[in-house]
């Protein structure tokens, strides 16, 4: 038989049973069988699964690698307190180092390893987003106290201010002297905080009499280089966060 686009039906069988073999590895450790998935933890390994015989039924287990990949990320403690929820919602048990489901029947084992392997990843997904929020939150503290150091009482932070397509922008400081006012924004190596502080700046610095636009980078050696340029070109100057207080003030 061919299809409408002229391959044979056993051409494409053989074709999907080529990348299923390619997308799912498998392989017997200490007589149990290991199945490595087309999933990746957040720092980029592949998601993995441990079956053993319990009887006539089934183990199947992520093997502790979860626990492992947040320990990586420096967030073991924040994944002890997700586990056990994520498990929960996924149908499958957190026991304190890895997630499993027990005695599963045969004809539940693929669910059991779609159980298993989306609870470890989404929990170590949930402990990477959960570390990103405090450091982000720890960084903007260091940012504020900064300019608060720089610009004694002129500082004001969270401030709206409307570009020259009068669209109303979100900036993370403005101090204003003398009839001079300068927009601060955080820069983070991420790329939608990096587009973001491009747009806005390109809008609010070109503004006749605006204000002056100052990128503050939380992460230079972390971010991309042409980012950095980009940044360069739309704003009117770019400091760090570890910038001293008389950087801060030249470049305002």
């Keep these: 038989m061919v299809d409408t686009v002229g391959m044979r039906t056993d051409d494409l069988q ?6 299923s073999r390619e997308l799912v590895r498998i392989s017997i450790e200490d007589r149990q069988g290991v199945i490595s998935l087309p999933q990746t933890y957040p ?9 053993r015989r319990d009887g006539e039924d089934y183990i199947v287990t992520d093997n502790g690698l979860g626990f492992v990949e947040a320990d990586h990320l420096g967030g073991s403690a924040i994944y002890a307190r997700i586990a056990p929820a994520t498990a929960k919602v996924h149908g499958v048990r957190y026991d304190g180092d890895m997630m499993f489901a ?6 539940w084992l693929a669910n ?36 608060a150091e720089a610009f004694p ?12 397509s ?19 924004d955080l820069v983070t190596p991420n790329h939608v905080s990096v587009a973001s502080s491009i747009v806005k700046f390109q809008d609010v610095v070109r503004l006749e009499d605006g204000p002056r ?17 980009m ?8 400091v760090t966060l570890d910038a001293s207080a008389s950087a801060l003030r030249n470049a305002a």
């Design 102 to 107: 027990v005695q599963v029947p045969r004809d």
């Design 14 to 19: 053989t074709l999907l049973a080529d990348l």
């Design 166 to 184: 009068t669209k109303e922008w979100h900036f993370d400081a403005i101090v204003r002297s003398k009839g001079h006012a300068a927009l601060f």
């Design 231 to 238: 940044i360069s070109e739309a704003a009117s100057s770019v």
């Design 153 to 164: 009482g002129k500082a004001a932070f969270g401030v709206s201010f409307v570009g020259r």
């Design 213 to 229: 636009g100052i990128a503050v980078l939380s992460d230079r050696k972390h971010m991309d280089a042409a980012d950095i340029t």
């Design 43 to 51: 720092g980029g390994s592949a998601v993995v699964v441990v079956i």
């Design 112 to 147: 059991a390893i779609v159980f298993v392997s989306s609870a470890s990843r989404r929990a170590v997904e949930a402990t990477a987003q959960k570390l990103a929020e405090e450091r982000d939150n720890e960084t903007r503290t260091r940012f504020r106290a900064r300019l």
